[in-house]
Structures are given as structure tokens and as C-alpha cells.
């Protein structure tokens, strides 16, 4: 069955250091998203994208955060300086269409921890 | 703005019992999809089951089932004939109709005990 697949599982990284977290969504997916759950929190919003640009962001996606889709596979989500407060799991999701009630498909998560 | 409130943190149930997951939400929009997601240890989200707020019928799929109350905005999760595969972290989610973001409760932990 097909999933979306993340890399790197789990990331370190020293404060203000650049990371790229990148997904691979579902092939034939369209619509594609990043949240990010910090611990004890609640899973939140970040980003949504389709059709090479941001569809909708929110107010945590600052201009420290892009997404890019380089090459039709991969999707990324760039932190160019990291802060403290950046770390979290990062979730990738899919969706094949643009109705509100379709199923977004979510990878595994990448952890992100900032020292 | 859109919140979403679950305010079990953890729950158990015995192997073949039943239990419910509680879900109150709030939204000023008139049509918006509801979702229970469920996140098994170490796995991906996955979809449960998806209610849209026009249809007044409660949507069940299989063993799961929801109780919606579109007044009182609850949205409730029933589990029956509970399996140990059940485990997991199980999350509310809405989604107004316009604009493209989920908004997730905090979640809730449920056990199924043997």
C-alpha cells in the first residue's frame, strides 16, 4: 500500500544550524502539507502547498521555514536557523484531491530536537 | 478560529469491550468535515472515520462509530468489540471547507487491555 515516507526519523541539531526535513508523498497526490506536534502539545497547522506554491500557511510558518517540491518527488520543509523552541515532530501529509473531507495520508514523523 | 477540545488524556478498555472517546469542538464556519485519526506506537496517522457536518446521519465504519451532536458540537468516537490492535493514540481533527488546514484536539491514549 502506498505511504508517505519520511527522512530522517530522528534529527539533532545544534540552534541555529539549517535542517531540511523532506517527505516523499503519496505519487499520484497532489496536495501535500506539513504539522509539527511539539511535546505535550497539540499537532498544529503549518503549511499546505499544491501546484509548486504555498496554498495556505500559518502564523508559526515565519520566513525561518520554505517548502519546495525540487524534483516532483521529494517535499521539503527547510528551517534555515533553527530555534530551541523548534523542537518537535514534524509530520508530512498527502491528499490526492482538494475536498475538504479527503483522507490526508501522514508519514511517520521526523523528531527534531534543537540543542 | 477553530478549536478542538478532547479532554480524555488517557483511556483503557478490556480486549472485546466498549469505550468512547469524547470530543467537543468549536467553529463559526456552517460546513466542515470532522475526523478521527488514530496513531498506533512508532506508526503513521491513519483515518478512522470522517462525519460531514450537513448530514445528520452518524457515520460508522465497521467497529467504529461517531455521535454527532451538531448543536451541542460533540463528536464522539464509539469503539466496539475492542481489539488489542486498538491501542493507540487517537486524535479529533475538523476541517472547516474553506481554506486547507486540520485542526487536531490534543489527543487521546487508549489502551486495550487483554
Known amino acids: 500500500e502506498p505511504e508517505v515516507t519520511q527522512t530522517p526519523s530522528h534529527q539533532v541539531t545544534q540552534m541555529g544550524q539549517e535542517v531540511i526535513l523532506r517527505c516523499v508523498p503519496i505519487s499520484n497526490h497532489l496536495y501535500f502539507y506539513w504539522y509539527r506536534q511539539i511535546l505535550g502539545q497539540k499537532v498544529e497547522f503549518l503549511v499546505s502547498f499544491y501546484n509548486n506554491e504555498i496554498s495556505e500557511k500559518s502564523e508559526i510558518f515565519d520566513d525561518q521555514f520554505s517548502v519546495e517540491r525540487p524534483d516532483g518527488s521529494n517535499f521539503t520543509l527547510k528551517i534555515r536557523s533553527t530555534k530551541l523552541e523548534d523542537s518537535a515532530m514534524y509530520f508530512c501529509?498527502?491528499?490526492?484531491?482538494?475536498?475538504?473531507?479527503?483522507?490526508?495520508?501522514f508519514g511517520e514523523g521526523s523528531r527534531l530536537t534543537v540543542l | 478560529a477553530q478549536t478542538v477540545t478532547q479532554s480524555q488524556p488517557e483511556m483503557s478498555v478490556q480486549e472485546a469491550e466498549t469505550v468512547t472517546l469524547s470530543c467537543t469542538y468549536d467553529?463559526?464556519?456552517?460546513?466542515?468535515?470532522l475526523f478521527w485519526y488514530k496513531q498506533p506506537p512508532s506508526r503513521q496517522m491513519i483515518l478512522v472515520i470522517r462525519?460531514?457536518?450537513?448530514?445528520?446521519q452518524n457515520a460508522t465504519e465497521n467497529r467504529f462509530s461517531v455521535n454527532f451532536q451538531k448543536a451541542a458540537k460533540s463528536f464522539s468516537l464509539k469503539i466496539s468489540d475492542s481489539q488489542l490492535g486498538d491501542t493507540a493514540m487517537y486524535f479529533c481533527?475538523?476541517?472547516?471547507?474553506?481554506?486547507?488546514?486540520?485542526?487536531f484536539g490534543e489527543g487521546t491514549q487508549l489502551t486495550v487491555n487483554p
Open positions: 481533527a475538523c476541517h472547516k471547507t474553506s481554506g486547507s488546514r486540520l485542526t
Open positions: 462525519q460531514e457536518a450537513y448530514k445528520q
Open positions: 501529509a498527502s491528499k490526492s484531491d482538494r475536498a475538504t473531507g479527503g483522507e490526508l495520508f
Open positions: 467553529t463559526s464556519e456552517n460546513n466542515y468535515y
